[in-house]
């Protein structure tokens, strides 16, 4: 996940995703799904060894924070989820939106997201 700008590697639904720095809490980027506008994110957590979370400021008063996470369940073997979190005044508008702009896309980028990582992992 830190490879930020390589994530279009394996997250086919992403024309560029950049971020300004290091990838750390209180970093920002850009991020262009295909068919969207550019949006900014800002990262609000970092765990090396399990993932992290970025915020976007979506609609008045309403933002969405995607957390990603990894987690072992035993010898060589993970859970791998993305969950999305909508909350202010408009979420219950902007998930919808989401679920038929993402709910397709994203579990085949979770797919391409561990297939790289395993054989990343595999060939050291």
């Known amino acids: 996940w830190a490879d930020v700008p390589e994530r279009v590697e ?20 850009t991020v262009k799904v295909a068919g969207q506008g550019p949006i900014k994110y800002k990262i609000i957590e970092v765990d090396p060894k399990s993932g992290y979370t970025d915020r976007f400021e ?10 990603h996470r990894i987690e ?12 999305l979190k909508a909350r202010g005044p408009l979420s219950l508008i902007l998930l ?3 679920k ?7 579990p085949t980028a979770v797919d391409e997201f561990f297939e790289l990582a395993e054989s990343r992992s595999t060939s050291y």
């Open 10 to 29: 394996w997250d086919k639904g992403l024309e560029y995703i950049n971020v300004d720095g290091s990838f750390e809490e209180g970093a920002t980027g």
């Open 58 to 67: 979506s609609l008045l008063w309403t933002h969405t924070d995607w957390h």
């Open 72 to 83: 072992s369940t035993g010898e060589s073997c993970y859970d791998v989820t993305w969950e």
């Open 96 to 98: 919808p939106a989401l």
């Open 100 to 106: 038929n702009i993402f709910g397709k896309e994203v």
